[in-house]
């Protein structure tokens, strides 16, 4: 379920294959630079009702998962 909603708010502000989206892809492969992240996170955030703060153990999808499920 949080890949799919991930997936829908990345499409919503980046020009991105997302069907190709699965958790082993990396940010930066998405063209997403620090910004782009900030502003990502801000919208996962709000949606999951999670806290996040960009840091270098965010690499990938499935990382970002990872978090959205302990913060529950």
């Known amino acids: 379920m949080e890949l799919e909603k ?3 708010i990345i499409a919503d502000s980046v020009d991105f294959d997302v069907e190709s989206i699965t958790e ?3 940010f930066d492969s ?3 630079d620090s910004l782009d992240i ?3 996170l801000m919208q ?3 949606e999951f009702g999670t ?3 960009p840091n270098a153990s965010l690499v990938t999808v ?3 998962i990872a ?3 302990e913060s529950k």
Do not use: F, S
Request: no cysteine.
């Open 6 to 8: 991930i997936k829908e």
């Open 24 to 26: 082993d892809t990396r």
């Open 30 to 32: 998405m063209g997403l």
């Open 38 to 40: 900030v502003e990502l």
């Open 44 to 46: 996962i955030d709000e």
């Open 51 to 53: 806290e996040t703060e």
């Open 62 to 64: 499935g990382d970002l």
């Open 67 to 69: 978090h959205i499920r």
